[in-house]
Protein backbone atom coordinates (compact mmCIF):
# COMPACT_ATOMS: atom_id res chain seq x y z
CA UNK A 1 0.00 0.00 0.00
CA UNK A 2 0.95 3.58 0.02
CA UNK A 3 3.40 4.44 2.57
CA UNK A 4 2.95 7.94 4.07
CA UNK A 5 5.63 8.01 7.17
CA UNK A 6 4.38 10.46 10.16
CA UNK A 7 7.22 12.02 12.75
CA UNK A 8 7.24 12.49 15.61
CA UNK A 9 5.30 9.82 16.80
CA UNK A 10 4.94 11.87 20.44
CA UNK A 11 5.11 15.59 21.03
CA UNK A 12 5.46 17.15 24.96
CA UNK A 13 5.05 21.08 24.72
CA UNK A 14 4.67 23.96 27.01
CA UNK A 15 1.61 26.06 25.86
CA UNK A 16 2.85 28.47 24.33
CA UNK A 17 5.38 27.15 22.61
CA UNK A 18 5.33 25.95 18.60
CA UNK A 19 4.64 22.41 17.37
CA UNK A 20 5.60 21.16 14.12
CA UNK A 21 4.13 17.33 12.72
CA UNK A 22 5.70 16.02 9.02
CA UNK A 23 4.63 13.51 6.49
CA UNK A 24 6.72 12.13 3.57
CA UNK A 25 6.63 9.72 1.11
CA UNK A 26 8.72 8.55 -1.77
CA UNK A 27 6.64 8.77 -4.24
CA UNK A 28 5.03 11.96 -5.20
CA UNK A 29 1.71 12.96 -4.25
CA UNK A 30 -1.35 14.46 -5.97
CA UNK A 31 -2.95 15.48 -2.55
CA UNK A 32 -2.75 15.38 1.10
CA UNK A 33 -5.40 15.64 3.87
CA UNK A 34 -4.42 16.53 7.88
CA UNK A 35 -7.07 15.28 10.15
CA UNK A 36 -7.21 15.87 14.20
CA UNK A 37 -8.12 13.72 16.55
CA UNK A 38 -8.96 14.35 20.10
CA UNK A 39 -8.41 11.63 23.17
CA UNK A 40 -11.74 9.57 22.60
CA UNK A 41 -12.77 11.31 19.82
CA UNK A 42 -13.25 10.84 15.98
CA UNK A 43 -11.18 12.27 13.24
CA UNK A 44 -11.98 15.79 12.00
CA UNK A 45 -11.07 17.16 8.23
CA UNK A 46 -8.87 20.29 8.90
CA UNK A 47 -7.57 20.82 5.17
CA UNK A 48 -6.49 19.53 1.81
CA UNK A 49 -3.36 20.45 -0.06
CA UNK A 50 -3.03 20.14 -3.85
CA UNK A 51 -0.37 22.33 -5.42
CA UNK A 52 3.38 21.89 -5.19
CA UNK A 53 4.94 24.61 -2.52
CA UNK A 54 0.96 25.41 -1.12
CA UNK A 55 0.39 27.28 2.35
CA UNK A 56 -2.43 27.24 4.14
CA UNK A 57 -3.51 28.93 7.21
CA UNK A 58 -5.96 28.15 9.72
CA UNK A 59 -5.39 30.60 12.61
CA UNK A 60 -2.43 29.61 14.53
CA UNK A 61 -2.10 26.71 11.74
CA UNK A 62 -0.03 26.57 8.78
CA UNK A 63 -0.01 23.38 6.41
CA UNK A 64 2.29 23.26 4.27
CA UNK A 65 2.77 21.06 0.37
CA UNK A 66 6.32 20.40 -0.42
CA UNK A 67 7.48 21.83 -3.65
CA UNK A 68 7.91 17.55 -5.09
CA UNK A 69 4.90 17.13 -3.61
CA UNK A 70 6.36 14.25 -1.81
CA UNK A 71 6.43 15.65 2.25
CA UNK A 72 3.98 18.10 3.98
CA UNK A 73 4.23 20.28 7.39
CA UNK A 74 1.62 21.04 9.78
CA UNK A 75 2.86 24.03 12.40
CA UNK A 76 1.40 25.19 14.99
CA UNK A 77 2.42 28.47 16.43
CA UNK A 78 1.84 29.02 20.30
CA UNK A 79 0.27 25.79 21.68
CA UNK A 80 -3.00 26.20 23.71
CA UNK A 81 -4.29 23.20 25.70
CA UNK A 82 -7.20 23.10 22.95
CA UNK A 83 -4.64 21.72 20.57
CA UNK A 84 -4.15 18.36 22.52
CA UNK A 85 -4.77 15.38 20.48
CA UNK A 86 -3.32 13.53 17.96
CA UNK A 87 -3.23 14.70 14.05
CA UNK A 88 -2.93 12.58 11.08
CA UNK A 89 -1.90 13.32 7.29
CA UNK A 90 -3.96 10.91 4.46
CA UNK A 91 -3.32 10.45 0.87
CA UNK A 92 -6.34 9.28 -1.64
CA UNK A 93 -4.56 7.11 -4.16
CA UNK A 94 -7.02 5.47 -6.22
CA UNK A 95 -10.47 5.87 -4.40
CA UNK A 96 -8.33 4.60 -1.72
CA UNK A 97 -7.03 6.75 1.80
CA UNK A 98 -3.90 5.47 3.40
CA UNK A 99 -3.45 7.25 7.11
CA UNK A 100 0.19 7.96 8.71
CA UNK A 101 0.60 7.00 11.85
CA UNK A 102 -0.07 10.35 13.39
CA UNK A 103 1.60 12.57 15.85
CA UNK A 104 -0.11 12.90 19.57
CA UNK A 105 0.45 15.93 20.73
CA UNK A 106 0.67 16.49 24.78
CA UNK A 107 0.25 20.61 25.67
CA UNK A 108 1.77 21.11 29.39
CA UNK A 109 -0.35 23.68 31.10
CA UNK B 1 -28.09 16.56 10.09
CA UNK B 2 -26.92 14.02 12.10
CA UNK B 3 -24.19 13.22 9.99
CA UNK B 4 -22.49 9.55 10.60
CA UNK B 5 -24.14 7.33 13.23
CA UNK B 6 -22.58 4.23 14.02
CA UNK B 7 -24.09 2.10 16.31
CA UNK B 8 -23.08 0.28 18.63
CA UNK B 9 -20.50 2.55 20.58
CA UNK B 10 -19.02 -0.30 22.62
CA UNK B 11 -19.14 -4.35 22.09
CA UNK B 12 -17.69 -7.23 23.54
CA UNK B 13 -17.99 -10.92 21.49
CA UNK B 14 -16.57 -14.31 22.01
CA UNK B 15 -14.12 -15.56 19.34
CA UNK B 16 -15.96 -16.61 16.83
CA UNK B 17 -19.08 -15.17 17.14
CA UNK B 18 -20.14 -12.84 13.94
CA UNK B 19 -21.57 -9.48 14.25
CA UNK B 20 -22.98 -6.55 12.24
CA UNK B 21 -21.45 -3.02 12.74
CA UNK B 22 -23.83 -0.32 11.75
CA UNK B 23 -23.40 2.76 9.97
CA UNK B 24 -25.64 5.35 8.34
CA UNK B 25 -25.16 8.96 6.87
CA UNK B 26 -27.96 11.52 5.81
CA UNK B 27 -25.50 13.64 3.37
CA UNK B 28 -26.13 11.93 0.54
CA UNK B 29 -22.84 10.66 -0.07
CA UNK B 30 -21.15 8.63 -2.95
CA UNK B 31 -18.06 7.50 -0.88
CA UNK B 32 -18.28 5.62 2.61
CA UNK B 33 -16.04 3.67 4.20
CA UNK B 34 -14.79 1.56 7.00
CA UNK B 35 -11.39 2.01 9.18
CA UNK B 36 -10.04 0.48 12.08
CA UNK B 37 -7.56 1.93 14.49
CA UNK B 38 -5.24 0.35 16.69
CA UNK B 39 -2.50 1.80 19.05
CA UNK B 40 0.46 2.94 16.68
CA UNK B 41 -1.18 1.97 13.69
CA UNK B 42 -3.26 5.02 12.55
CA UNK B 43 -6.74 4.46 10.38
CA UNK B 44 -6.17 1.56 7.68
CA UNK B 45 -9.12 1.07 5.19
CA UNK B 46 -10.93 -2.14 5.60
CA UNK B 47 -13.72 -1.81 2.85
CA UNK B 48 -14.74 0.98 0.85
CA UNK B 49 -17.62 2.04 -1.89
CA UNK B 50 -18.00 4.47 -4.24
CA UNK B 51 -21.80 4.17 -4.10
CA UNK B 52 -24.90 2.10 -3.76
CA UNK B 53 -24.04 -1.28 -5.29
CA UNK B 54 -20.49 -0.94 -5.40
CA UNK B 55 -17.88 -2.08 -2.93
CA UNK B 56 -14.23 -2.92 -2.67
CA UNK B 57 -11.39 -3.74 -0.35
CA UNK B 58 -8.49 -1.66 1.16
CA UNK B 59 -5.40 -2.65 3.28
CA UNK B 60 -7.08 -4.81 5.51
CA UNK B 61 -10.09 -6.64 4.34
CA UNK B 62 -9.93 -9.93 5.73
CA UNK B 63 -12.35 -11.23 7.81
CA UNK B 64 -15.02 -8.43 7.06
CA UNK B 65 -17.49 -8.26 4.84
CA UNK B 66 -19.38 -5.06 3.61
CA UNK B 67 -22.47 -4.74 1.16
CA UNK B 68 -24.14 -1.02 -0.01
CA UNK B 69 -27.59 -1.79 -0.65
CA UNK B 70 -28.68 2.19 -0.31
CA UNK B 71 -26.72 5.55 -0.50
CA UNK B 72 -27.44 6.22 3.63
CA UNK B 73 -26.42 2.53 4.87
CA UNK B 74 -22.81 0.81 5.06
CA UNK B 75 -22.82 -2.16 7.34
CA UNK B 76 -19.86 -3.80 8.27
CA UNK B 77 -19.75 -7.59 9.25
CA UNK B 78 -17.24 -9.48 10.82
CA UNK B 79 -17.54 -13.18 9.79
CA UNK B 80 -16.24 -14.83 12.56
CA UNK B 81 -14.72 -12.53 15.19
CA UNK B 82 -10.87 -13.31 16.32
CA UNK B 83 -8.92 -11.37 19.13
CA UNK B 84 -6.98 -9.79 16.27
CA UNK B 85 -9.70 -7.73 15.27
CA UNK B 86 -9.87 -5.89 18.78
CA UNK B 87 -9.97 -2.79 17.87
CA UNK B 88 -11.87 1.08 17.49
CA UNK B 89 -14.07 1.03 13.96
CA UNK B 90 -14.29 4.11 12.22
CA UNK B 91 -17.36 4.99 9.46
CA UNK B 92 -16.65 7.69 7.13
CA UNK B 93 -18.22 9.40 4.04
CA UNK B 94 -16.90 11.71 1.18
CA UNK B 95 -19.01 13.96 -1.12
CA UNK B 96 -16.20 14.27 -3.46
CA UNK B 97 -17.26 18.06 -3.22
CA UNK B 98 -13.66 18.71 -4.63
CA UNK B 99 -11.89 18.48 -1.42
CA UNK B 100 -13.00 14.76 -0.49
CA UNK B 101 -13.24 16.00 2.91
CA UNK B 102 -13.67 12.79 5.09
CA UNK B 103 -16.93 12.99 7.67
CA UNK B 104 -15.72 10.08 10.54
CA UNK B 105 -18.62 8.86 12.58
CA UNK B 106 -18.10 8.32 16.61
CA UNK B 107 -16.73 4.64 16.34
CA UNK B 108 -17.22 1.43 17.80
CA UNK B 109 -15.02 0.37 20.69
CA UNK B 110 -15.07 -4.10 19.90
CA UNK B 111 -13.43 -6.12 22.24
CA UNK B 112 -12.80 -9.70 21.13
CA UNK B 113 -12.32 -12.19 23.90
Known sequence: GQQVMQIPQYQHVQEGEDFTTYCNSS?????????KQRPGGHPVFLI????????????????????????SSLHITATQTTDVGTYFCAVLVRNQFYFGTGTSLTVIP | NAGVTQTPKFQVLKTGQSMTLQCAQDMNHEYMSWYRQDP??????IHYSVGAGITDQGEVPNGYNVSRSTTEDFPLRLLSAAPSQTSV???ASSGWDGQETQYFGPGTRLLVL
Open chain 1, 27 to 35: TTLSNIQWY
Open chain 1, 48 to 71: QLVKSGEVKKQKRLTFQFGEAKKN
Open chain 2, 40 to 45: GMGLRL
Open chain 2, 89 to 91: YFC
